[in-house]
């Protein structure tokens, strides 16, 4: 006789629509013991201004140069970048197996303050706001280089997650090819989008906000969920209300919200284990590729490695390697343990 099937017991796997792929979920493997690596907990306490920080204002680079004595953001070309602007020459290839092309671009670097001791949640909405504007600027700038089809931005936050900085601070990738997880996620959307005549984000967050599972935060203008196929133990998506493509397409009060709802979520990250929480975070919007692209809906992922608490980490190893990725505990169950932390900062308490 078979048994009735609980999504909070029994094995399964969810899909994911922007990836097209699906994950495994293990409920039940998260009451095993752990006896495997913990990661140091390191809390010190950083200066307000680190004269040996290359980021921090005023301060002299690797490469020689000085940072301006700027207040608030300020953004450079990345000394040390993966791309390169040179444009070359290159014969065409014809290889089934040994194809390459040469990939021109630009890499950037965005100080998020002054203020070498801050972090996004430890940051006053207005002070984000800023950033906000600085991404938006910055999409556009590089966007409209002829080469540059797509830019990417993002942050990593921890050692973790290779920081070797602790200065606040984000990167852009701007280059001259549209990524693969990019490409995949826009097959996808101009699939739904070609099908429906809506956005496949407008349709799930709608759906989200109905069921109110895995809904975390919300506000006028943008919705913070973790997904229902989320990989990562406490990954979290958030997304427009409004069927926005890119940041060009921003009002002042929409960049206003969505500086405040990553206020919030930051800071119940960081309350979530009561440290300074790392993750890799990144912003998914429309290629600038000159197409039109309305079947894109701008979205901001955050994939945080933490999994039990400070000291444990989910990794992505064996089964994950060499089949499809797996979790353990729920998306449902780390919607509501995030739900329920705090919007101010433990620090402040």
């Known amino acids: 006789m078979k048994s009735s099937f609980d999504h909070k ?3 399964h796997r969810r899909y994911n629509p922007l990836l097209d792929e699906r994950i495994l979920v293990s409920p039940q493997r998260a009451n095993r013991p752990w ?12 200066p307000i201004h680190d004269e040996s920080c290359y980021l921090c204002s005023g301060n002299i680079r690797v ?6 004595n700027y207040k608030g953001t300020f953004v450079f070309d990345n000394d040390f970048g993966s791309l390169m602007k040179d444009d070359v020459e290159f014969p065409p290839q014809k290889s089934d197996f040994f194809s390459l092309e040469p990939e021109r671009g630009i890499n950037r670097v965005i100080c998020f303050s002054d203020n070498h001791s801050l972090t996004l949640p430890e940051m006053e909405v207005e002070d984000i706001k800023n950033v906000v504007d600085l991404w938006q600027k910055q999409y556009e700038e590089l966007g409209n280089i002829d080469y540059i089809n797509h830019v990417q931005i993002f942050e990593n936050k921890g050692q973790m997650m290779g920081c070797s900085n602790p200065h606040p601070h984000g990167q852009i990738w701007a280059q001259s090819s549209i990524p ?6 826009q097959e996808n959307f101009k699939a739904h989008f070609e099908k429906t005549g809506k956005s496949l984000l407008s349709d799930y967050i709608q759906q989200e906000l109905e069921k109110r599972e895995r809904i975390i935060l919300e506000n006028e203008d943008f919705v913070a969920v973790v997904p ?7 990954e979290t998506m958030i997304v427009s209300k409004r069927k926005i493509e890119n940041l060009k397409q ?5 960049k206003l ?6 206020k919030d979520l930051t800071t119940k990250y960081d309350n979530l284990f009561e440290m300074s929480f790392p993750y890799s975070a990144g912003i998914h919007q429309s290629p600038t590729d000159g197409e039109l692209h309305p079947e894109w809906h701008f979205h901001m992922h955050f994939y945080p490695p933490l999994l039990r608490n400070a000291e444990v980490k989910k990794f992505m190893v064996g089964y994950e390697m060499l089949a499809e990725a797996q979790r353990d505990i729920t998306p449902e169950q780390s919607a509501e343990i995030l739900k329920n932390l705090s919007t101010v900062h433990y620090k402040t308490k």
């Open 228 to 234: 229902f196929w989320a990989v990562w133990p406490y």
């Open 180 to 185: 693969s997880l990019v490409a995949r996620t």
């Open 9 to 11: 017991k029994n094995p």
């Open 257 to 262: 919200s969505l500086a405040s709802i990553i």
């Open 63 to 68: 490469n020689g140069e000085k940072n301006p």
């Open 35 to 46: 006896q495997g690596q913990t990661e140091k907990r390191i809390e010190e306490k950083l």
């Open 250 to 254: 921003f009002s002042e009060t929409e």
